[in-house]
C-alpha cells in the first residue's frame, strides 16, 4: 500500500510538472520529437538484457539530447514516450506503469529547466552555436547530472518502501547502475552538437555506433554465460557427489527468486539472489565425501567443519570479479536473526536481505527434500517449521511473504515420489 501511496505523489507530481513545462513552453517542433521519440524507442528496443536480469540501453543520451536541442517540453515527450512503450506488455499494474512514465517526466522537467535558467538555448531553434562554450557545457552537464539524480532518487524511494531495506543498500543497487552515465551523458551532448549544427537526418549516422556497440556488448554477454555455465557444471558436480542433495541449489534459486519477486526487489538484486542461492553450497566442495554423504549424525569435529562451507564459497567467489556482488550473501547465507548462526554472527539487519531471503528457501528445500540423515517433511510440516523458526532464526517477514507466495501458487514445491525423492 506505501509503494502504491508513493507511485500516486510521484505521478501527481509528474502532472503538475506537466502542466507548468507545456505553458512554459513556446516553441514546440513535431518532427525533432518524433525523430527523437523513435531513436529513444529503438534504442530500448536494442537494449541487452544483463546476465540474470536488467538491461542497458542508451535512453539517457537520447532523452538529454532531446533536452538539449528541444528544451524541457521536448525531453518530458521523448522520455514519457518511451517509457510507455517499453512497458506496453510489460504485465506491470498500471500504477507502476505511470509511476515509470512520472518520474522520468519530472526528471526530464527539472533538467530541462535548470539547463534554461544557467542560460542554455535550446540549440534546434536557434541559428548560431552558443557564445560561450564552457557556460554553455556547464549548463548541459547539470542538466545531465539532475535529471540522474532524481531519476536514481524515485526508483530508490520505490525499492526502499517496497524491499524494506535500507536506504544504503537501495542506493549501493542503484547508484551500481550509474557508473556508465558520465559517458552517456558525453553522448548525448555530442548527438545535440551534430542535430544542431548537421539537421536531423544526421541521426541516422548514430545508429550504425549503437549497432556496433550492441553487437560488442552481446560477445560480452555470451562470454559470460559461458562462464556461468561452468559454474553451473561445477555445482552438478557437486550435487553429484551427494545425491540425497541432487537439484538443491536449483531448487534454492528458484524458490528464493519467487520470493524476492514476492518482496517487490528489482532485477538487480533479484539477479543477486538468484546466483547466490545458485552458488550457496560451493564451499562443501571443500569436505570430505564421508562427511558429505554421512547417514548419521555428524560428530562435533565433523560439524566444525561443515559450518566452514560459507566462508569457504566466499574465499572461492571473492576471487572471481564477476561473483564479487555475492559473495557477502552466500558467506551469510547461515546467520540467524538472533545472532547465534555462523560464520560471523551478524544480528538481524546486519544480515543482507538477500541472504535471509535464501536462508528461508534453504529451509523450506532442506526439509521438503529427502536426507541421509531423515525423513522428508510435508510441505505442510515445513511451513510450519519456518514459522516456529521466526523466533530467532529466520526473517519473520520474509517468511510471511514465502507462506504467502506458497499459498498463491507462486512458489510451487515438486511432488515426492515415493521413495521420497523430489520429482524432476
Known sequence: MRTQIYSYLVIGMSGVCL???????????????????????????LSQRLLGGGSTSLAFSV???????????????????????????????????LFNVGQLVISAAAAGTAYHQLGGEALYFVEAPPDNSFAWFLAAITAAVLFAAINAAFVSGALVLATGESIRSVLSDVFSYTKGLPLAAMLGIVIAQLVAIAGLPYLLLLLAPFL????????????????????????????????????????VAAYARSLGERMGLGD????????????????????????????????????????????????????????????????????????????????????????????VADAFDAMTSCRSYRSTASVEEAVLELQKATDGHLDPRCVEHFVAALNAGIINPPRLKADGEPNA
Open 268 to 359: 538487480v538484486e533479484l539477479r543477486r539472489i538468484e546466483w547466490a542461492a545458485l552458488l550457496h553450497d560451493i564451499g562443501k566442495i571443500a569436505l570430505k565425501n564421508e562427511t558429505l554423504c554421512k547417514p548419521s549424525s555428524l560428530t562435533e569435529d565433523e560439524y566444525s567443519e561443515v559450518k566452514k562451507h560459507p566462508q569457504v564459497a566466499a574465499n572461492i567467489l571473492g576471487e572471481v570479479d564477476f561473483l564479487g556482488d555475492i559473495t557477502p550473501l552466500v558467506a551469510s547465507h547461515h546467520e540467524r536473526m538472533d545472532g547465534k548462526g555462523y560464520p560471523l554472527g551478524l544480528v538481524g539487519e546486519e544480515i543482507p536481505l538477500a541472504a535471509r531471503i535464501i536462508t
Open 63 to 97: 532523452y538529454l539530447a532531446a533536452v538539449l536541442l528541444g528544451g524541457p517540453i521536448a525531453g518530458v515527450i521523448v522520455a514519457a514516450a518511451t517509457s510507455l512503450s517499453a512497458d506496453i506488455y510489460s504485465g506491470k499494474p498500471w500504477y507502476r506503469r
Open 212 to 251: 556496433i556497440a550492441r553487437q560488442t556488448f552481446m560477445i560480452y554477454q555470451r562470454q559470460q554465460h559461458t562462464y556461468m555455465d561452468t559454474v553451473r557444471s561445477l555445482v552438478a558436480a557437486l550435487e553429484a557427489t551427494d545425491p540425497y542433495t541432487s537439484g538443491h541449489t536449483q531448487r
Open 19 to 45: 502542466y507548468f513545462v507545456i505553458g512554459g513552453s513556446p516553441q514546440l517542433d513535431l518532427l525533432l520529437i518524433i525523430a527523437f521519440s523513435v531513436l529513444s524507442i529503438v534504442t530500448e528496443l
